[in-house]
């Protein structure tokens, strides 16, 4: 064994040890047809017979499916690119648009540049891990990024005044604050309060030096008139500085969009390294997201965004039944109150443009139904013997006693198949907690002795 041998075995021991080793497994580990809960699939188009025919029909139109295998900045740069580009821009209601490979490579390519070594970057405690990177790689130094407590209004302007106090250039607007949140997030499954954050953040830096970045990573799709997602939703489109879209969930592909102003596209395309050395997505790839952009904006999306809300709803409200915030051995997360669930074409008009007000708590649903357990394991291994593909998320990517099974939910799925689900995750309650009831007893017995 080498040295290097020897280091990285000791560091992947260790994790075994601490049942937090990562491993690629495959989706289907016993070869049976399992139901999808799972996958970011939210509105199933990777399993649309109807996508697949258009996305080979286009493909089959093309010259060729590759592109210039070279980065954009060379000879990867086609009408095809820019043509998606476009229509991206024109479908969020934004100036420009930039293609990235992935979502991780957007927000590492825009964070790591835009933020100036003087300006400040503050962000909610559960933005995700590209987000990270990219601040790490920023110039701004560490004592200037601060964290928020998550989706925490009152906490952000906490932080916000400690920076006016400590910082006079930005209460001038001679330095900027960057403030980078998600629209949903995906461990929790629960909705940023964007509109409060945006307008708390005008109002303590009223000289515009308060710049937005959003990503909606996990919204794309599922909310907003034709899915174009929770800022369009809300009418923010012209307050956000950067928004970013992925393609790798709702829209079945991979690769990502910022949407900015065209100096900020400039600057990108000038300094956004994960851009600039990288090779071009390939045409395959761009048609694909195109195909799936022309579905949503020929209204394929509502209905089918619909069905994955009420079927949230519906789930959430099997669950109350038995689960609470505060229950054994599994809880749902406070921030998924209950409301009453809405019939599918209730939803479906609050995601019509111009929808009533009273039909905008619609907008709070969630794909993402996290189950709180000291047991993901077993709890996803008892799931997925019932014939259902859940998966369980552990320390670190959650923290240490937030443990959960993640459900997510697709239009694919059906009422049975949800109603099914409760049934088997009470079933497993109801078991777990003789077994806890039982070991409890043991335990105090063998005291007593
Ligand atoms: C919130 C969020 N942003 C960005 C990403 C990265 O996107 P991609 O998978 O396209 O790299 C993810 C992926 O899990 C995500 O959840």
Request: glycine content about 6%; aromatic content about 6%; hydrophobic content about 40%.
């Amino acid at each position: 064994m080498t040295s290097l041998d020897v280091r990285l075995t000791k560091i992947l021991e260790s994790r075994a040890k601490r049942q937090i080793l990562r491993s690629l497994t495959p989706t289907q580990p016993t070869g049976q047809p399992v139901v999808d809960f799972s996958s970011n699939d939210y509105l199933s188009l990777a399993r649309s017979p109807v996508l697949r025919t258009k996305v080979l029909a286009a493909l089959k139109a093309l010259p060729s499916p590759y592109g210039p295998p070279s980065s954009r900045l060379l000879d990867g740069n086609s009408s095809h690119h820019l043509a998606l580009e476009a229509q991206l821009a024109a479908f969020f209601c934004a100036e420009t648009g930039l293609l990235f490979n992935s979502g991780f490579d957007a927000n590492v390519g825009a964070w790591t540049v835009l933020p100036d070594e003087e300006d400040w970057i503050v962000y909610d405690e559960l933005i995700h891990a590209s987000v990270h990177d990219g601040m790490r790689a920023a110039r701004v130094e560490k004592g200037k990024r601060r964290s928020f407590k998550h989706n925490d209004v009152e906490d952000l302007q906490r932080v916000l005044k400690d920076i006016l106090r400590a910082d006079s250039g930005v209460k001038t607007g001679e330095r900027s604050v960057w403030v980078g949140v998600e629209t949903l997030y995906s461990m929790d499954g629960d909705l940023s309060p964007l509109k409060e954050i945006v307008e708390l953040v005008e109002s303590m830096l009223p000289k515009g030096n308060g710049h937005m970045v959003v990503d909606e990573a996990h919204s794309t799709g599922l909310y907003g008139n034709q899915g174009r997602g929770v800022v369009c939703a809300l009418g923010l489109a012209n307050r956000i500085t950067v928004r970013v879209h992925t393609f790798g969930k709702a829209m079945a592909c991979s690769g990502a969009v910022v949407l900015c102003s065209p100096l900020i596209r400039s600057y990108l395309i000038n300094y956004a390294r994960p851009l600039i050395y990288s090779t071009a997505m390939p045409h395959m790839n761009v048609i694909a997201i195109k195909t799936a952009f022309d579905m949503l904006e020929e209204g394929h999306g509502d209905a089918v965004a619909a069905h994955v809300h009420y079927l949230s709803t519906l789930l959430l409200q099997l669950l109350s039944a038995f689960l609470s915030p505060t229950s054994s051995p599994v809880s749902l997360p406070p921030t998924l109150a209950l409301t009453t669930a809405p019939s599918p074409a209730a939803t479906t008009a609050a995601l019509t443009p111009n929808a009533s007000p009273s039909l905008q708590p619609m907008l709070l649903t969630s794909p993402i139904i996290p189950l709180i357990t000291a047991s993901p394991r077993p709890l996803s291994r008892f799931l997925g013997e019932k014939g259902f593909l859940v998966r369980p998320i552990t320390y670190p990517t959650v923290p240490k006693g937030q443990e959960r099974v993640r459900v997510c939910l697709h239009a694919g799925n059906t009422e049975d198949e949800v109603r099914r689900l409760s049934e088997v995750v009470s079933e497993w309650v109801r078991d777990e907690g003789k077994r806890e009831a039982a070991e409890a007893r043991e335990k105090e017995l063998r005291a007593k002795l």
